[in-house]
C-alpha cells in the first residue's frame, strides 16, 4: 500500500495523476498533492479525488515515494525545509525537474533513494518519453515504482549515467520543438508551391503521425523505411538529395550537441 506525495500540482503532476488513476494501479486514497494555488488544489481534489495540501510538509508525512514536480528554479527552496523529514523517512525521491542533478537533489534532501527522470510535453497527453536515471541505493522495487509511475504518461527508459540524462534531454526532452520546427517549415514550404494554409497543415501533420506509427510499428529501422520510399530518379530521392547537401545530419547532429552541453551548464548553474 504505497503512500504516493507529488510536490507541485501543476500540468505534469495533474498527467501522472490521470494515468495512474485511468490505468487503474493506484488509488487516489494512496496519493497526496501539495500545491500553493487553492484553484489548483480543488481542481485535482475534484477531478482525481487525491488528498491535497498547501503545506509540503503535510503531505510528505506519510510517503513512502515523493515526486518532485516543481520548476527547477525553486526546487532548493522547497526541498530544504523538508529535509530533516525525509531523511528520517528515507522515502524513494523521484524528480521530474529537468536540470537538478542527483548531487543537489541529495545534498537539498537528505534522501539516498533518488531517481532522476527527464520526461517531455507529450506526456500531458499520455504519449511521453521518459529517460530515468537511478542513484545506487534504489532497489529494483523502487525502480519498478519509478517506473510504473512515468508509464502512466508514456514509455520509459533507463540509462546507466546521470550524464546520459543530458543526452537525453536533448533527444526527447527537446525533441517535440524539432519536429514543430520541421512541421513549420514544411507547412511554408507547401503554402509556397501553393497549398492553402489550411491544406498544407492537415497534410503536415498528419503525414508526421504516419511517419511515426509506421516507424513504431515497423520491424526495420527508419533508414531502411526511408530506403523503400525512396525510388531511383524518383521525387522523394531528390527531396533527400537536397537534404543531404545542405548537411542536414551535421545540423541535427550540431543542435543536438549544443542542447546536451545547455543542459550540462544548466545542471551546474541550478546546484549553485
Ligand atoms: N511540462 C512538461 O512538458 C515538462 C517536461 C519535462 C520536464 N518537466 C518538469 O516538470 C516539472 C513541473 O513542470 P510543469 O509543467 O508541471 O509545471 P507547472 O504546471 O508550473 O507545475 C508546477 C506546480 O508547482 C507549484 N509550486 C510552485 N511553488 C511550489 C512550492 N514551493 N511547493 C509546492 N508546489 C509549488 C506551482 O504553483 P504556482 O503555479 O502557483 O507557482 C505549479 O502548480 C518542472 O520541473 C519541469 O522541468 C515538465
Redesign the pocket.
Known amino acids: 500500500m504505497t503512500q504516493i506525495a507529488f510536490?507541485?500540482?501543476?500540468?505534469?503532476?495533474s498527467s501522472i495523476i490521470g494515468g495512474l488513476i485511468k490505468q487503474g494501479d493506484v488509488k487516489a486514497s494512496r496519493i497526496q498533492v501539495?500545491?500553493?494555488?487553492a484553484e489548483?488544489r480543488n481542481k485535482l481534489a475534484a477531478s482525481f479525488g487525491v488528498g491535497t495540501h498547501e503545506d509540503?510538509l503535510a503531505a510528505i508525512s506519510n510517503a513512502d515515494v515523493v515526486i518532485l514536480?516543481?520548476?527547477?528554479q525553486?526546487m532548493k527552496?522547497?526541498l530544504e525545509p523538508l529535509a530533516a523529514t525525509l531523511k528520517a523517512r528515507q522515502p524513494l525521491l523521484i524528480s521530474?525537474?529537468?536540470?537538478i542533478s542527483m548531487e543537489s537533489l541529495a545534498k537539498w534532501s537528505g534522501c539516498k533513494a533518488i531517481v532522476r527522470c527527464?520526461?517531455?510535453?507529450p506526456?500531458?497527453l499520455g504519449l511521453g518519453a521518459t529517460g530515468l536515471f537511478a542513484s545506487a541505493a534504489v532497489d529494483i522495487d523502487q525502480r519498478n515504482q519509478a517506473d510504473s509511475l512515468l508509464r502512466a504518461v508514456g514509455m520509459t527508459v533507463w540509462v546507466k549515467t546521470e550524464a546520459e540524462i543530458d543526452a537525453v534531454t536533448a533527444v526527447s526532452?527537446s525533441g517535440p520543438a524539432y519536429y514543430f520546427l520541421l512541421m513549420e517549415a514544411m507547412i511554408d514550404a507547401g503554402k509556397k508551391l501553393g497549398l492553402s494554409a489550411e491544406t498544407a497543415t492537415k497534410l503536415t501533420l498528419q503525414t508526421a503521425l504516419g511517419a511515426a506509427e509506421m516507424a513504431l510499428k515497423s520491424d526495420v529501422d527508419p533508414a531502411e523505411l526511408r530506403r523503400r520510399v525512396t525510388s531511383p530518379g524518383g521525387t522523394t530521392e531528390r527531396a533527400i538529395a537536397t537534404f543531404e547537401a545542405a548537411h542536414m545530419r551535421d545540423i541535427v547532429d550540431a543542435a543536438l550537441k549544443a542542447a546536451r552541453d545547455r543542459g550540462a551548464e544548466l545542471s551546474k548553474l541550478l546546484g549553485d
Not at 501539495?34 to 494555488?37: A, E, I, K, V
Not at 514536480?69 to 527547477?72: D, E, I, L, R, W
Not at 527527464?118 to 510535453?121: A, F, G, I, K, V
Open positions: 510536490i507541485g500540482g501543476g500540468n505534469m503532476a501539495s500545491d500553493p494555488g489548483q509540503n514536480s516543481v520548476k527547477p525553486v527552496d522547497v521530474i525537474a529537468a536540470g527527464m520526461p517531455n510535453t506526456a500531458l526532452g
